[in-house]
């Protein structure tokens, strides 16, 4: 028996891991169902765009300021070394645009935001709000899990191209002062970064915000019972929209560098 009790133990974890992932699925497909065959009224989405748009900028400026100024640090010393700083503007923006931009404010959106979704999904949960519009007849799905989609999925990719936006400002400025040409700066930086780039960060934003939103507001529904629960479950919306966010940056880039090659084939950014 006590050889066996491990086995059984993982056993049911592995067995409640695969139902959790079932009613997830469940989950997305009725919310899915809310948004093609239901008009989300405005007055239950406006206060969730604020708290997801408005509130959210200040994580987001601080958030991509940072991110290009230390890019520029790294990357102007390195290329200084080799006598092409002015291509230092072309790494850091591109870095910045198709990559560290999108995946940095997901993050910080996912523990802004999504902790909060969960946080106050979670309290209606334990509080019995949710059971008490089941029996009025409202679908909670409906009334509190579309609005919250809808504004991260509409919201976290313009907070994205923010982002981008005030990192190559920061990257920007670090440069100059190091004392790097202004136009060769902006000439490389152009004729590195295509459109594609920038469609490729935005399309990844859109997955990500529909996840947060998801796995949020999922975990919120799941909360168990007490203050304790409610703090467990902001925790693992943030942990698994951060996990999820890797995963999807890691897919989507391989879906979407492999449309490129067929499409333009292989081009080497510096020559």
């Known amino acids: 028996m006590k050889l066996t009790a491990p086995i059984a133990a993982v056993g049911r974890a592995a067995i409640d891991q695969v139902g959790d992932l079932g009613n997830f699925a469940v989950f997305t497909a009725q919310t899915f169902a809310w948004i093609f065959t239901d008009l ?4 239950l989405l406006r206060p969730v765009l604020y708290e997801v748009g408005v509130l959210s900028m200040p994580v987001i400026i601080f958030t991509g300021a940072f991110v290009g100024m230390v890019l520029a640090v790294q990357s102007y010393f390195q290329f200084d070394a080799l006598g092409r700083a002015s291509w230092s503007g072309a790494v850091i923006n591109l870095s910045v645009v198709k990559e560290l931009g999108p995946v940095l404010a997901g993050v910080m959106i ?7 979704l969960a946080a106050s999904l979670g309290t209606m949960k334990v509080t019995e709000q949710i059971d008490a519009m089941r029996s009025l007849g409202a679908d909670p799905i ?3 899990v579309v609005p919250r989609f809808v504004a991260c999925f509409v919201l976290i990719p313009f907070l994205t191209i923010y982002c981008d936006f005030v990192g190559i400002l920061g990257g920007y400025f670090v440069t100059w002062g190091y004392g790097v040409d202004t136009y060769e700066y902006w000439q490389h930086s152009a004729s590195v970064i295509e459109n594609w780039d920038v469609f490729t960060g935005v399309l990844k934003s859109c997955f990500f915000g529909a996840a947060i939103a998801l796995i949020s507001c999922y975990k919120g529904f799941q909360s168990r019972m007490g203050a304790e629960g409610v703090g467990r479950a902001a925790t693992e919306a943030f942990v698994v929209s951060f996990m999820a966010i890797l995963l999807l940056d890691f897919f989507i880039v391989l879906l979407l560098q492999g449309i490129y090659d067929a499409l333009w084939g292989r081009v080497a950014i510096f020559v």
């Open 110 to 116: 996912a523990g802004r935001v999504g902790g909060a």
């Open 142 to 144: 409906r009334h509190l």
């Open 40 to 43: 989300t009224r405005w007055r």
